[in-house]
C-alpha cells in the first residue's frame, strides 16, 4: 500500500491495488480523517488517478481508527475567522471543494464503494451517502449532527436527502442524533452490514465481483443511473430506453450474450 498526500511526515491516504480493486484509505485517525482541504484534495487526486487507470475497475474508500470521517475540520474553519473577512472565502473554497469532490465521485466511470469502519458524521455522512454503495461493520453509526451546533448540514442533505427518503433524512437533519447501522440501512443510506471479523474476506469478494463486469458496461450504466433520476418518468425512459439501444451495440453486450447462450464466461474487451 503506498502513502499518498503526506502533511508533517503523516500519510493522508494509503492506496493499493489488488484485482481491479483500488483501495483509497483515510489515515488520519487522530484527526477523525475530517474533510480538511488538503484531505480533499488527496481525495480528488487519487480519483482522478482510478478514472485515468484501465486496471482499475472499481474504488473503494475507507478509513483508519474508529471515526470513519467526521465531516469538515472544524479547527481549520475556526482557524479561518481571524481572516479580513471573517473568514467567508475560505468558507466558501472549502464548501466548493467538498461539492466538487462529492461530483468527482458520482461522475467518477467506475463504481465507488464506501466501507464504513466507524462514526461518519455530518460531511462525512456525506461521503458515505455519495458512494454508489456503501459497505459498513455492525458498530458503524451515522449522524448529521450539525445542528447541535448551530450549524445545519445543508450539504450533507444534497446526498442524504438523495440516497433516503425525505423524512428519513430530516429525521437525521434536524435531530442530530446518530444512527446505528441497522437503521442506517433501513434508511438506505447503506447497502449491507458486515461482522468486522468478516469484512475483509466479503468486501474483496463484494468488489471483485463487480470488477469481473464489463468495465464499459459499468460506466455506461452508473452514467445512465444518475442522469436519469433527475429526468421526468416519460423522458427517463425515452434516455433509458436509448441507452439500452446504444448498450446492445457495443461489443461487450455481443460478447456477454453470446457467452450466456454458449454457458461459457465472457471475454470482455471493455468496448
Given at each position: 500500500?503506498?502513502?499518498q498526500g503526506e502533511t508533517n511526515d503523516q500519510p493522508?491516504?494509503?492506496t493499493m491495488l489488488h484485482e481491479?480493486?483500488?483501495?483509497?484509505?483515510?489515515?488520519?485517525?487522530?484527526?477523525?480523517?475530517a474533510l480538511s482541504s488538503k484531505m480533499m484534495t488527496a481525495l480528488s487526486d487519487e480519483l482522478t488517478v482510478a478514472a485515468q487507470n484501465p486496471d482499475i475497475r472499481v474504488v473503494l474508500i475507507g478509513a483508519e481508527g474508529k471515526v470513519f470521517c467526521a465531516g469538515h475540520d472544524?479547527?481549520?474553519?475556526?482557524?479561518?475567522r481571524a481572516e479580513p473577512d471573517g473568514g467567508k472565502a475560505t468558507y466558501e473554497a472549502i464548501m466548493r471543494q467538498c461539492a466538487d469532490l462529492m461530483q468527482q465521485i458520482i461522475a467518477l466511470p467506475k463504481p465507488v464503494i464506501a466501507v464504513v469502519t466507524g462514526v461518519a458524521t455530518a460531511a462525512g455522512c456525506q461521503l458515505v451517502a455519495s458512494c454508489?454503495?456503501?459497505l459498513a461493520v455492525d458498530t458503524?453509526?451515522?449522524?448529521?449532527?450539525?445542528?447541535?451546533i448551530g450549524l445545519f448540514c445543508s450539504t450533507p442533505m444534497v446526498a442524504t436527502s438523495r440516497a433516503m427518503a425525505p423524512k428519513q433524512a430530516m429525521e437525521m437533519l434536524l435531530t442530530g442524533e446518530a444512527i446505528d447501522a441497522s437503521t442506517a440501512k433501513d434508511f438506505g443510506l447503506i447497502n449491507r452490514i458486515i461482522p468486522r471479523d468478516y469484512l475483509e474476506q466479503i468486501v474483496q469478494k463484494y468488489a471483485t465481483a463487480i470488477a469481473s463486469k464489463s468495465a464499459h458496461t459499468l460506466k455506461i450504466g452508473k452514467q445512465a443511473f444518475y442522469q436519469q433520476l433527475e429526468m421526468p418518468l416519460s423522458e427517463a425512459y425515452d434516455f433509458a430506453a436509448k441507452t439500452m439501444v446504444d448498450n446492445m451495440m457495443s461489443a461487450d453486450a455481443e460478447e456477454g450474450i453470446n457467452?450466456?447462450?454458449?454457458?461459457r464466461n465472457p471475454e470482455w474487451k471493455d468496448s
Open positions: 500500500m503506498s502513502n493522508l491516504l494509503g481491479g480493486v483500488y483501495r483509497i484509505v483515510m489515515k488520519q485517525p487522530e484527526n477523525m480523517n472544524l479547527k481549520e474553519l475556526t482557524t479561518a454508489d454503495l456503501a458503524a453509526t451515522f449522524c448529521t449532527p450539525g445542528v447541535n457467452a450466456f447462450l454458449q454457458k
